[in-house]
Each structure stands twice: as C-alpha cells, then as structure tokens.
C-alpha cells in the first residue's frame, strides 16, 4: 500500500507539474547527451486572434546568427550585451524560448517566417514549403513589394522570400538584399548589412523588414572565442541603434513593434566541440534569446512562459491580423499588454 501511494502521489505531482508553463530551466553545467527536447504548454490556442487591436502597423525582426544563452542573457552580468541589458526594461525578455527543430541557419530563419520546422538544405538550395508572414502580408495589404523586405549578411538567405507553396510560388515576394549581391554571391560583413538596414528603413520606409546579422555565428565556426564574443557586442550595438532609429523617425515610432531573436544556439561547453558548432537538439542549440519592444508590448517585463520559436510567427500574424494557413505556432499572450 505505501508504494501505491508513493506511485500515486509521483503521477500527482508530475501531472501537475506539467501544467505549468513557468518552470525555470537552468544552463546545464554538465553534457545532457544529444537530444533535448523542451515542449511548450500545449493548452493555448495556435489560432490567430484577429479581433485584438494594436498600435503597431510595423514589425522589424532582428535575427543575431548563432549566440549561444549563456553569452547572451544567460550570462549573469549581460556583460557582451549592455545595449541589449538596458533595452530590457522597455519590453519584455523571454527567457525560455526555444528552437524546436533543426538548429542551423536556414531552418532557424524558416521557423520564424512561415512558423513550421523543416529540414531544408543549409546552403540556400531549398526555398520554404510554405509562405512566410511577408507574403501573406502583402497579399492581403494589396501593398508594393518594397513594403516588405530581407536584409541579411547571409547570401543563403535570399530563399526566404519564396516558397514551393503553388499559390504563393514566385506571388507576393519581398524584396531582398542578401550577401554580397544575392544567392550565389558569398557572405558579407556585418556593417554593411547595417549600413544597409538603415539605408532601407530612410528611403524605401518597409512596413516589414527581417535582419540577419551573420555574427557570431561566423566568428564562432572560425574557433575564434575573442572574436565570438566581439560578434556578440558589436550585434547588440547594431540592434541599439535600429531601435534608437525606430523611436525617433516618425514614419515607425510608436507604430513598430522589434522583434530581436536568435535563428539557433551553439553547442554547450563539453558537448562536442563547445560553442564552435551547432545542429543538434542539445540544450545549447536549442535555447535561444528573444527580446520584444514595442508599443503593445509589455515593459521591465521577464516572461518565463515556455515558448518555441514558431510562435513568434504566430504572434506577427496578430499584430498583422493576418491568418496564416499552414501555421504551427501559437500566439505568445504573456508578451502583450493588451
């Protein structure tokens, strides 16, 4: 009888335990193995809800290619992050969002547009399965396609804008400036991808822009410890500035929500080769920063919900109240104020 209520008491417990969506996980000090799964709550609604009303009519997606948590807001004193540690009391910081799927370049930046895991080739020879939020967005908006736009350091990043999808297959595609001159063309620096953000933000004023910023992904893949946390910095500084933009010009201000994310994470210290690689489901890779400013988000806000990275689709499809058909993902309530 006593082991029938310790069992019974066990599977209490662990019920419970599973209902909740603010249990703190902890940076692993030790290796946790190759896989690592976390599962967000399943009991909110994946549906876009479309009846709430915002104040941005803009959203701007910053992607910092590759820091590993424990360098970014893991790291107790933001030490590489200051921009970023003062740019935390005016919205909300998730500190447990994850990348459910494959934890490399492409397929980061695919969760994030079309809310849906895939495992596409990693070298820019796949386009998408399905739509990403830009495309919905202008076909719904009926808007120009310099409305919506992908500025990354990442030339491989140019396939975002398509997708295999019959309907919207080579129909209502962003504009794109990526790499050194398109798909093919190689990487390039990080100041100049910036250069270019603000430049396009001034002259061509989208209403959707996404950002890549190749760093430390790329200084990281070198075994260059120095120059990764330098690709740290100079990131946050980067998206300080597209911020400090977006207060100020009074095409976005007050009417643009910022989102500042991570496509994947890197491998923990003694797993495989440390903070050099990244690809699999270990805790490393899969934990990633996210950060939300805005005028409908939440301010000196820590959310410890559990979220994937899908939902942050889901949660752009409301602000655009846009319904994204083949979407996966969940609205991310706990970030909002309204």
Known sequence: MNNYYSILTFCLFASMMGCRKDIAINDPKTPL????????????????????????????????????????????????????????????????????????????HTALCTGNYESLDNFGLNVPTYPSYLQYWLEKSGKASNKAWVI????????????????????????????????GSGYRDDSTTFRRVMETMRTEQPDLLLVNFKEPDWSGHQANWTAYLAGIRSTDEYAWQIWDFIQHDPYYKNQTELFITNDHGRHHDGHADGFVSHGDACYGCRHIAFLALGPDIKTNNVCRTVYDQIDITSSIASILNIKMGYNKGKYMKDIFNN
């Open 33 to 108: 193995g190759n896989t690592y799964n976390v599962v967000a709550d399943s009991t909110d609604s994946s549906t876009v809800t479309t009846s709430i009303h915002y104040s941005a009519t803009k959203v701007v997606v910053i992607v910092i290619d590759g820091p590993r948590y424990s360098e970014t807001y893991g790291e107790p004193s933001h030490a590489y992050i200051p921009r970023l540690d003062l740019m935390m009391h005016e919205g909300t910081l998730c500190t447990q969002l994850y990348n459910n799927g494959v934890t490399n370049t492409v397929n980061g």
């Open 152 to 183: 990354a350091s990442k030339d491989k990043l140019q396939v975002l804008a398509n997708t295999t999808e019959s309907s919207y297959n080579n129909r209502f595609m962003p504009l794109t400036d990526c790499g050194n001159s398109g798909l």
